[in-house]
């Protein structure tokens, strides 16, 4: 599948295919720039300092959209277990410069996807940004719970459940 979009300096661009892989299976490169998005994003711009690179990348299905050589969304699958009791999705992230084309959603779409068919699971947990709920709503999530810190954050705890 390619994806076309449009850059903010509005030229159009051809998106590869998501990339799934493990954490052995990315290049130095891409972990590089999966670090380096993550980075911007949520230490960065979100003026968070906190401990992004954590044991849980080791055992995560990672998932990514490249524009030609570049990663400019990802996000990180875990089964049941390894983070959360139910399957998870986290670190969802967009390059702020591809924001507003629908891009977060085509990848969330795509883990719920990988979870609830290829690991036939059928509840997927998430930790979300109090600010992203609407986001996360759409989709097809629901807060559970009360709101709490992460990281000094506003969070909500998201439950998908699979029709």
Do not use: W
């Not at 711009?45 to 990672?62: G, M, R």
């Not at 490249?66 to 399957?87: E, Q």
């Not at 084309?101 to 940004?129: F, L, P, V, W, Y």
Request: net charge positive; with cysteine; glycine share 4%.
């Amino acid at each position: 599948m390619i994806v076309f979009l449009y850059h903010k300096s509005k030229k159009m661009m051809s998106v590869n295919n998501f990339h799934i892989k493990t954490f052995d299976k990315l290049s130095t490169k891409e972990l590089y720039q999966i670090l380096q998005l993550r980075n911007k994003v949520f230490v960065v711009e979100q003026n968070c300092v906190y401990q992004d690179a954590d044991a849980k990348d080791f055992v995560a299905q990672h998932i990514f959209l490249k524009d030609r050589d570049k990663i400019i969304a990802y996000l990180r699958i875990c089964k049941p277990g390894d983070y959360f009791k139910n399957a998870c999705i986290g670190r969802v992230v967009t390059d702020p410069d591809y924001r507003r084309q629908k891009i977060g959603h085509q990848i969330m779409q795509k883990a719920i996807d990988i979870i609830t068919r290829e690991m036939n699971e059928n509840i997927i947990e998430i930790s979300a940004q109090k600010y992203l709920l609407h986001f996360y709503r759409q989709l097809g999530f629901q807060e559970v719970g009360d709101e709490y810190l992460e990281d000094g954050l506003p969070h909500m705890k998201m439950i998908y459940k699979k029709p």
